[in-house]
């Protein structure tokens, strides 16, 4: 179970799949594609749903026009931007405690078998809480006034990706480095600096950046179930509720451009990393 | 060679027993955290520590330490017999039965669901992996959608639905579940095949050309076969998404009959019977745990295509 | 692709015996990089004659692998022609004319030893009986008989290379390509296969193009040695082997060292300018 | 053409349109006795009396908008709140009909600790309020609007459902409906007596003694359909006679109906209420908030006003309003309730009158 | 660990310059693995003077990285006594006696080729500006001065082999243990490193203790070459080589094939059980 989290998106050691895949005919596209291909396909979709919407007419109301969504995102730009950085915010903050969490517990578990089997089922089953469930129970034992909650829900979210991976990666080194470490006489300290880390530093990036967005997800879900009156996930929910379709998918707007930013971010952090990653 | 049946046998025992300390370390986790919440009960103090309040302004300061009190941590031993008492009063039948029963309404719409994304995500994958130039042009969008929380879209989902319905289809709205399931599903599903699809060494596609062998033969004998090891964990994934993202939508769209209704319904109670809704949580938990323990057995019957995993 | 002899299919089948079992004339690969066009063949001409054993060598990069590569039909030559049993290669390589056999084994790990040499059979439809005849026959042949059922990680890497060989061997081509396949090996393991693949040319009189990096292996083996020089690869020599009957003796013989020492001069005597660099 | 005429419901059965015999009721959240007119009438037959043969009562909770559904037609009738229902009008320009106002009162409270001093709207000022957000904010606001106070030194929080944020102050006070989160505090035992928690222990604001307080569960109906299809107009005279009986029936036996909702209710399908005794408490206090001695479900114009310009003054927190012009005047309408309630007065219902609370003891966790 | 000499250190450093190189009496290795216990080695006698070249030969499996390892101290021996220098194995790799290179040359792929080379000194604590003189020193010496900034995977095969080496003679070690070092590149890169490396030994007066399959490596470098048997491993021969000064000219020497060939027939004297099965 623990492993899967990986499987979202490609690991690190792995080079670009796509060159010895390519199928016959495939391989002499031109680079500018690689930019323009999503942009036409971002594009059919927002004609279609914008035919959809205003043409066809037959779309349910709680879909408005992508347009009528831009327009309110930038009308309402300043309320929008003051609950973007809370939601940010408590995404950030569950990103960065939830990764510092999830390194100390994925090296202690690479450390000692035995915390390795009962860190186990506990990541699973923290794995598989819904946030449903979790913000009440957590906004009761810290607080329903401050953020805590959220952000203890975002913590959770990215601590699961970023142990999968960290624990992988401080089990990647490969034999022939250890030996030469040891060779050198270099103690444990050493070993665990000049090679450990390195060695799982692309993994942990790799978790990082699918942490990242399920961060987002999370802080702007658990503003649903509890918590201050404020952030992206509130206001969705009230404005939805309110006939306000149009604020509320700009306010939707809001949290993937938080997450998207995140993603991006992390995903940069990550192609740095593994530039020189073991073969 | 030694006789390789009883090499075969000693394997099996061996693995079995490594399954087995395995096991007893995991039960022996579970057993700790227990143990660290009553401890923590014990000691902690019933409201907590908070830095930084100011008085007379309540939620402010920041709390370091959480509540003792039977509201916010109940004791392990209510929430068990909790789980034997009845579940709503009277002669309602005893709480874990419900939730169990929830569960199992929820366990059928999140199978679906994975079955849905299975199919949508495993379709997306190949065509990717077909055509760079749709991979190029799918790959970033199916990233942003998985960013664009479940909630904000389950009404829709739910209304479309309710127009098929009205317009002489049936969609009845555990299918809504189900669709919004599928919709966190598909992707790892998505990006395990692509990236599977691709996984074969170069010499086995030249070797595949060598023999003539077109775009389906290439498939059926390389591809996909070396795509297992790839689409496993993906599959398992998508069953725990499946499960989370049915738990969501139930509770988003306000389907009856479900863990998600049940896990917002005995919420109400949380402040006179807090015991109550540590029930369906529990419930959640196991579910997600089962959905992705029953999806792992696959990968029983697919031992021999992940052979290439352990060099 | 060759844009002569386009489809007379027929007649070049008919043509076959009597076709040299590769002709490469005026053969020329430039591969276009991010950083520029790499010639790594220029006007190779080679012709082998069927049944004929031809070892190619030269220093890394000097375009080996490139050429076992266009006669396969696995790239396209950017100039030349290139026969194969006076076929296009595609067509060859359509007709399952040629076997081929790579550095590492290549093997499907997910298939048992028998599958894997069934493979290039079953691709082309041949039936259920008549497959698993012919993988007794090929693991008969390459000393696997008790191995069809195992996978393939349970072999040591010399066994896993003849599976390979099996497999190349498969659909009885008139034609065996190849590329550096006991690299991997070693030397005690390596002779012995060196040994076991003159036996299995002799015993099916298949034409084989063998590229690789030793000097003695390219002496052991082939009736010629053909030396490569660095890129563009171009063919700077040709030493005749014909030691007779290939044997352990043959290793320790004189004349075997004297052909080693013509080899490794004619390979000396090209420029060694790409060596100097990896 | 009759456009509701009152005459078209007479037999249930008028000569140019096919009387409706199945409908759909969207209510607004989980079932509990706050529904109980409409569970009585389904159960005591009362909608089968009234020509019906298929009556759904579709309960709600999480993101289902009762007047949403409404309006795409997913249901033929929807119990909803009026501000929230006027907000929607307002932003998506559709017409609907309050065709009976089951709730005379407001039920919404704002609890808080004894001794803490918020005993008025007034003391809100710079203190952390709790709300369910989604709707159920505007009468805080509109409150404070009313007595100019400054509604953006509240912070608001939203309180799950559950009452925990008072009772850990994480909020200075809580709302709670009269019916339900009310009872909840009082369901809890107190640590320090271990006994429950008495009333004494809180100050209670109810927004029916402000200027804040806004009309609540109202029957809502598609306008255009009431106006152009007599057979939908004949099914709401009908509709309405049923839930009024269901209502009566709930009045005059009270325990009887909060059993009713709560064997409904407690069926794995519908997921489980809150205990017995907390429906009982549910029911007596609703019926409190319907029989105010005026004949049911007539919609009073002073406190439709009332809701109206509560709701034109609030300001939420982001500092939007939930409406800032008048609604239609389709927006209520009197004239198929009374219809309804001349018609059950020849049959005999006694349709006004005050209600006499019964006595309920609230045990823990309301089992 | 060898229990005698327990801790005379600094009469074992005073005599180390008299010491052999490597001493192993009565070396055993035996792996205890789930299916049963593996004897690697079993009961070697070697010593290896200060300064001398010595090839370790074998079929695969015989136990030649196990000894290797051993010396290195990167595993212990069941039995017997191991001393480098005099010293207890566990000691000398304590005071960075020798150096070692692999098979692979396993560079730390985040860091440039002078940061691995420099990698043992920093280690040891050497301080910055000494480390990059000796960087310079050693890039010279395996003709990589231009490349000091690079990342290794920018590096050929070839290259990186070579940054392996320099790497292993950074703490100027009198001591080189090299597991087939050269086993991955082709026979020209090989050959070019191979005369490298006999005078980089020679300049440095470092004893080198070699693993290699390639009997010509062997005979090519060693001043004597150990041949073992298949498992459990043990010495069968030890062929004295002398040839004088390493030159191109020596591979085509008669001299040479009567060595190669003294070495294959000690080879192959050896039961080739073991090597059937590979
Ligand atoms: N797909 C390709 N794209 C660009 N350059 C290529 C490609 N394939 C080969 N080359 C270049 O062509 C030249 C010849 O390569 P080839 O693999 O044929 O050499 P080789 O003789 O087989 O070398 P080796 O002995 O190392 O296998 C090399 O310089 C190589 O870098
Ligand atoms: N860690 C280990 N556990 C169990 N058996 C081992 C271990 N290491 C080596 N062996 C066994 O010991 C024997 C000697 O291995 P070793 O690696 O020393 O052989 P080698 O001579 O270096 O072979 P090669 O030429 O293939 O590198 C082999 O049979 C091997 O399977
Ligand atoms: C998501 C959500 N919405 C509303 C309520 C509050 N609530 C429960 S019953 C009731 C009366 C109206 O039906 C109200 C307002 C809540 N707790 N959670
Ligand atoms: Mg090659
Ligand atoms: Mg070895």
């Known amino acids: 179970m623990t492993d899967t989290v990986t499987a979202t998106l490609p690991g690190p050691s792995r080079p670009a799949g796509r060159s010895r895949g390519a199928g016959p005919g495939e391989r002499g596209l031109p680079g500018w594609l690689r930019w323009v291909a999503p942009i036409v396909v971002g594009a059919v979709i927002v004609v279609v749903w914008w035919f959809w919407v205003d043409v066809l007419g037959t779309a349910p109301r709680m879909l408005p026009s992508p347009f009528a969504i831009l327009a309110e995102f930038v009308k309402r730009w300043p309320i929008i931007a003051q609950d973007m950085t809370i939601t940010a915010t408590n995404a950030l903050i569950g990103l960065v405690v939830g990764s510092l969490l999830a390194m100390l517990f994925a090296g202690l578990a690479a450390a000692a078998r035995p915390i390795d089997g009962m860190l186990a089922p506990l990541v699973a089953a923290l794995a598989v809480i819904p946030i449903v469930a979790i913000t009440p129970i957590l906004n009761t034992m810290f607080g329903a006034s401050s953020q805590f909650g959220r952000q203890a829900v975002a913590t959770i979210a990215a601590f699961i990706p970023v142990f999968v991976n960290v624990l992988r990666g401080l089990r990647q080194t490969r034999p022939v480095h250890r030996d030469l470490l040891r060779a050198s006489a270099a103690s444990g300290w050493q070993t665990f600096r000049f090679l450990t880390l390195p060695t799982a530093l692309p993994y942990l990036l790799t978790g990082l950046r699918i942490a990242s967005s399920l961060a987002v997800i999370a802080a702007l879900v658990a503003e649903y179930f509890g918590g201050p009156a404020d952030g992206i996930g509130t206001a969705i929910a009230t404005y939805a509720k309110s006939g306000r379709a149009a604020l509320a998918w700009a306010y939707v707007l809001g949290g993937i451009l938080i997450g998207l930013v995140f993603y991006l971010v992390t995903s940069l952090l990550e192609r740095l990393a593994t530039r020189r990653s073991p073969a | 060679m030694a006789p390789r049946g009883s090499e075969v ?64 941590m109940p004791h392990v031993w209510d929430m068990v017999a909790r789980l034997f008492a009845p579940t709503s009063g009277g002669d309602t039948p005893p709480l874990w039965v419900s939730v169990a029963g929830a569960a199992l309404v929820t366990l059928g719409i999140a199978a679906i669901g994975w079955l849905i994304g299975v199919i949508v995500g495993a379709a997306l994958g190949l065509v990717m992996q077909r055509w760079q130039l749709l991979e190029w042009g799918l790959l970033p969008w199916i990233v942003v959608s998985q960013i664009v929380p479940l909630i904000a879209f389950a009404p829709v989902v739910n209304a479309i639905g309710n127009q098929i319905d009205r317009g002489g289809g049936t969609w009845p709205q555990w299918l809504s579940v189900a669709v919004i399931a599928s919709y966190l599903a598909f992707f790892p599903v998505a990006i395990g095949m692509l990236r599977g699809l691709a996984s074969p060494d170069r010499i086995h596609l030249d070797l595949m050309r060598s023999y003539a062998a077109g775009y389906w033969p290439t498939l059926v004998r390389l591809r996909l076969p070396a795509a297992v090891p790839h689409l496993l964990p993906a599959l ?28 917002i319904q005995l919420a109400g109670q949380a402040s006179s019977d807090p015991a109550a809704p540590w029930g369906p949580t529990f419930g959640s938990i196991a579910l997600g745990l089962i959905a992705a323990g029953s999806v792992a057995l696959i990968g029983l019957g697919l031992a021999n295509y992940r052979r290439g995993e352990a060099a | 692709m060759t844009p002569d002899v386009p489809d007379q299919s027929e007649r070049a089948d008919a043509a076959a015996s009597a076709a040299p079992a590769v002709r490469a004339a005026g053969v020329s690969k430039v591969f276009a990089t991010k950083t520029g066009d790499v010639a790594a063949l220029s006007e190779m001409d080679l012709d082998v004659a069927a049944g004929e054993f031809v070892a190619l060598i030269g220093p890394s990069g000097c375009g080996k692998s490139t050429l076992l590569r266009l006669i396969a039909d696995l790239d396209q030559s950017t100039t030349g022609t290139l026969e194969i049993f006076g076929k296009p290669a595609r067509r060859a390589r359509a007709d399952q004319d040629y076997g081929i056999a790579f550095q590492q084994a290549g093997l499907l790990p997910w298939r048992t030893v028998g599958a894997n040499m069934a493979l290039p059979l079953e691709l082309h439809g ?136 013509a080899v490794r001069e004619a390979l000396h005597g090209a420029p060694v300018a790409r060596a100097s660099e990896s | 053409a009759c456009s509701g005429s009152p005459d078209a419901s007479d037999t249930g059965g008028g ?40 009556v759904e009562i579709i309960p709600s909770g999480g993101d289902i908008v009762p007047q949403d559904a409404l309006v795409d037609g997913d249901v033929d009738f929807a119990i909803a709140w009026v501000p929230k229902v006027l907000g929607t009008l307002e932003a998506t320009g559709v017409e609907l009909t309050d065709i009976a106002q089951v709730f005379q009162k407001s039920g919404t409270l704002q609890v808080s600790w004894k001794g803490d001093g918020i005993t008025s709207v007034a003391d809100f000022e710079g203190k952390r309020i709790g709300s369910w957000g989604f709707g159920n904010e505007w009468e805080i606001f509109a409150a404070m609007a009313a007595e100019d106070l400054d509604s953006t030194t509240v912070s608001i929080t939203t309180q799950d459902f559950s009452m925990n944020a008072l009772l850990d102050r994480d909020v200075d006070a809580a ?14 035992v107190n640590p320090d007596t271990g006994q429950l928690y008495q009333p004494e222990d809180f100050d209670v604001v109810s927004y ?70 907390h429906q009982q408490w549910m029911m007596n206090e609703v019926n409190k908030l319907i029989w105010t001695g005026a004949d049911f479900g007539l919609v009073d114009k002073a406190a439709w006003d009332k809701t109206v310009k509560g709701a034109l003054a609030a300001k939420n927190q982001d500092d939007l309003e939930l409406i800032t012009t008048e609604p239609a005047d389709s927006a209520y309408s009197n004239e198929y309730i009374q219809e309804a309630l001349d018609q059950l007065k020849e049959e005999g219902v006694e349709v006004s009158g005050e209600y006499t609370p019964i006595d309920v003891v609230l045990t823990e966790g309301g089992q």
Not at chain 3, 188 to 207: D, F, W, Y
Not at chain 3, 250 to 257: A, G
């Open chain 2, 236 to 263: 398992r994934l998508a069953a725990a998404n499946a499960v989370l993202g049915a738990v969501v939508a139930e509770v988003s769209i306000g389907m009856r009959g479900g863990i998600g209704r049940m896990l």
């Open chain 2, 9 to 72: 046998r000693r394997k099996r025992r061996q693995s079995e027993l490594r399954g087995w300390i395995a096991a007893g370390w995991g039960a022996l986790g579970v057993l700790a955290v227990l143990a660290l919440w009553e401890l923590y009960k014990f000691v902690g103090p019933a409201e907590g520590v908070v830095i930084g309040a100011v008085q007379g302004q309540a939620g402010s300061g920041v709390m370091i330490l959480p509540r003792t009190h039977d509201r916010a």
């Open chain 4, 15 to 54: 000569d140019d349109f096919e009387p409706i015999t199945s409908l759909k009721l969207q209510l607004q959240w989980l079932p509990q006795a706050q529904f109980a007119g409409y569970y009585v009438a389904q159960e005591k037959g009362y909608f089968e009396e009234e020509g019906f043969d298929d």
């Open chain 4, 208 to 277: 029916e003694d402000t200027e804040g307080a806004m009309l609540q569960d109202a029957v809502w109906a598609d306008t255009e359909r009431l106006k152009n299809d007599p057979a939908y107009a004949d099914a709401a005279v009908r509709f309405l006679k049923a839930i009024t009986k269901g209502w009566v029936y709930a009045r005059d036996n009270a325990e009887e109906s909060a059993s009713i909702v709560y064997d409904i209710a407690s069926t794995a399908e519908a997921a489980f209420p809150v205990g017995p005794v």
């Open chain 3, 126 to 261: 041949t039936g259920k009986a008549e497959r698993s005849a012919r993988v007794s026959e090929l693991a008969e042949l390459v000393g696997l008989a008790e191995f069809i059922d195992r996978y393939p990680d349970q072999l040591s890497g010399g066994m896993q290379q003849r599976v390979a060989i099996a497999r190349a061997l498969a659909a009885r081509p008139k034609l065996l390509l190849m590329d550096e396949p006991f690299g991997a090996l070693d030397e005690m393991t390596r002779e012995r296969l060196q040994t076991e693949l003159t036996r299995i040319a002799a015993e099916t009189g298949a034409a084989v193009v063998f590229v690789t990096h030793s000097i003695p292996e390219a002496v052991f083996l082939a009736d010629r040695v053909v030396v490569m020089s660095p890129r563009p690869g171009r063919i700077t020599d040709v030493v005749d082997v014909t030691l007779g009957e290939r044997s352990e003796a043959l290793r320790e013989s004189p004349e075997f060292f004297d052909r080693v020492t």
């Open chain 4, 175 to 188: 709302q709670a409906m009269t019916y339900n989160e009310w009872a909840q505090i009082l369901e809890v």
